[in-house]
């Protein structure tokens, strides 16, 4: 299959996700970079297009001039899709710009700024046309494809607790004075309402729902500002009752300090229960209510195929967060040659994301009161 063409918005000089975007898109050689707005500075943009070989002409100076110029070049030499790695407040009109040019979405999570905002970019994608994916890159993991099969026969039996925790040490000190990526998290005009749970929490959360197969209901949350100063959140506990009758509790924090990137997901059912971590992604502990517990491995007899499609070298090779993120490129991909629905976390998935923490920062305002989830079509 030809290259997908993409254009990226953001993710230029000094920036983290935009990095990882590209490095990821290469991994299959499924995508090939041709234009940029890569920074709110037209003079940095430039520079940054540059420096990733892109023709000068193709670097443009911000987003609303890339999809005009390149809307109005050949088909067969435009972009086909744009990635969004910019703050969470410019990914509703990006978006909207993009889809009114006719170019598909891929954007870094979470998917707007507000709730409200992305009921407006399910309004714009209503009618099928345009593909949309959203980067939940720990959904890749080839052990939590592997969980999420086990679940879905139903080998844990009926799910009755669920945990999920994220937590990093990085924010435990008032860097936002000093660091850009921590500046903007901070500060609600660029972030939305929530830092924690909005850059962090929502992965977590996006994570216990895609591998238990079950739809949170309601939550009860309790958000922090644990360093002096701060408008937003750095940490926070969400209690969750899923659908069927589970429980969960969420753990999202950014002031741990000494974590580095701690995700951990463990799901208890009546029969067996899993338990994964991150940072060993290549493992996965499946423990029978009768039986020893095994140590599940990539790649090794007895995983799956749903597994084995994510998996990318033999057994023993440590696969990780660029692997996995690797995968949500190769299958949307995949999604724009064929129009249909692989793994990659779309609008739907969107909605619960921004309704989760539109949720708990309302839940914690208001002294931690049970607030319910809105179901999407």
């Given at each position: 299959?030809?290259?997908?063409?993409y254009?990226?918005?953001?993710?230029?000089?000094?920036?983290?996700?935009?990095?990882?975007?590209?490095?990821?898109?290469?991994l299959?050689?499924?995508?090939?970079?041709?234009?940029?707005?890569?920074s709110?500075?037209?003079?940095?943009?430039?520079?940054?297009?540059?420096?990733?070989?892109?023709?000068?002409?193709?670097?443009?100076?911000?987003?609303?001039?890339?999809?005009?110029?390149?809307?109005?070049?050949?088909?067969?030499?435009?972009?086909?899709?744009v990635?969004?790695?910019?703050?969470?407040?410019?990914?509703?009109?990006?978006?909207?710009?993009?889809?009114?040019?006719?170019?598909?979405?891929?954007?870094?999570?979470?998917?707007?700024?507000t709730?409200?905002?992305?009921?407006?970019?399910?309004?714009?994608?209503?009618?099928?046309?345009?593909?949309?994916?959203?980067?939940?890159?720990?959904?890749?993991?080839?052990?939590?494809?592997?969980?999420?099969?086990?679940?879905?026969?139903?080998?844990?039996?009926?799910?009755?607790?669920?945990?999920?925790?994220?937590?990093?040490?990085?924010?435990?000190?008032?860097?936002?004075?000093?660091?850009?990526?921590?500046?903007?998290?901070?500060?609600?005009?660029?972030?939305?309402?929530?830092?924690?749970?909005?850059?962090?929490?929502?992965?977590?959360?996006n994570?216990?729902?895609?591998?238990?197969?079950?739809?949170?209901?309601?939550?009860?949350?309790?958000?922090?500002?644990?360093?002096?100063?701060?408008?937003?959140?750095?940490d926070?506990?969400?209690?969750?009752?899923?659908?069927?009758?589970?429980?969960?509790?969420?753990?999202?924090?950014?002031?741990?300090?000494?974590?580095?990137?701690?995700?951990?997901?463990?799901?208890?059912?009546?029969?067996?229960?899993?338990?994964?971590?991150?940072m060993?992604?290549?493992?996965?502990?499946?423990?029978?209510?009768?039986?020893p517990?095994?140590?599940?491995?990539?790649?090794?007899?007895?995983?799956?195929?749903?597994?084995?499609?994510?998996?990318?070298v033999?057994?023993?090779?440590?696969?990780?967060?660029?692997?996995?993120?690797?995968?949500?490129?190769?299958?949307?991909?995949?999604?724009?040659?064929?129009?249909?629905?692989?793994?990659?976390?779309?609008?739907?998935?969107?909605?619960?994301?921004?309704?989760?923490?539109?949720?708990?920062?309302?839940?914690?305002?208001?002294?931690?009161?049970?607030?319910?989830?809105?179901?999407?079509?």
């Amino acid at each position: 299959m030809q290259r997908i063409r993409y254009g990226m918005v953001g993710g230029g000089e000094g920036a983290f996700i935009g990095a990882v975007h590209r490095m990821a898109a290469r991994l299959d050689d499924g995508w090939q970079l041709v234009c940029g707005a890569f920074s709110g500075s037209a003079d940095k943009s430039q520079r940054s297009g540059l420096a990733l070989g892109l023709e000068p002409a193709r670097c443009y100076d911000d987003f609303q001039q890339m999809m005009e110029r390149e809307a109005a070049l050949p088909a067969d030499e435009r972009m086909q899709c744009v990635v969004i790695v910019t703050p969470n407040r410019t990914h509703l009109p990006i978006a909207r710009a993009a889809l009114a040019r006719g170019f598909h979405v891929l954007s870094d999570k979470p998917a707007t700024a507000t709730l409200a905002e992305c009921l407006q970019l399910q309004a714009l994608l209503r009618d099928g046309a345009l593909q949309y994916g959203l980067t939940h890159p720990y959904t890749g993991y080839p052990m939590i494809r592997e969980a999420r099969t086990r679940i879905a026969r139903g080998e844990l039996g009926t799910v009755r607790k669920v945990f999920v925790e994220y937590l990093q040490g990085w924010l435990a000190a008032p860097i936002e004075h000093s660091n850009k990526q921590a500046a903007w998290r901070l500060d609600p005009a660029e972030a939305g309402a929530s830092c924690c749970m909005g850059d962090i929490g929502v992965h977590a959360f996006n994570l216990a729902e895609f591998v238990a197969g079950r739809s949170a209901e309601s939550l009860c949350a309790d958000l922090h500002s644990m360093v002096p100063g701060r408008r937003l959140d750095d940490d926070g506990t969400v209690l969750l009752r899923f659908d069927g009758g589970a429980t969960g509790v969420l753990m999202a924090s950014q002031i741990c300090t000494g974590e580095e990137n701690s995700l951990r997901l463990r799901i208890y059912g009546d029969r067996a229960s899993i338990d994964w971590q991150q940072m060993e992604p290549n493992s996965l502990w499946l423990k029978p209510i009768d039986g020893p517990a095994q140590l599940l491995r990539t790649g090794v007899a007895g995983t799956g195929a749903e597994a084995a499609a994510a998996q990318r070298v033999p057994a023993g090779h440590p696969e990780g967060y660029i692997e996995a993120f690797g995968n949500l490129y190769r299958e949307f991909a995949q999604q724009l040659h064929t129009g249909s629905r692989h793994d990659v976390p779309g609008i739907s998935a969107a909605l619960r994301g921004m309704a989760f923490v539109d949720a708990a920062v309302a839940s914690s305002a208001a002294g931690n009161q049970w607030r319910d989830l809105p179901r999407f079509d």
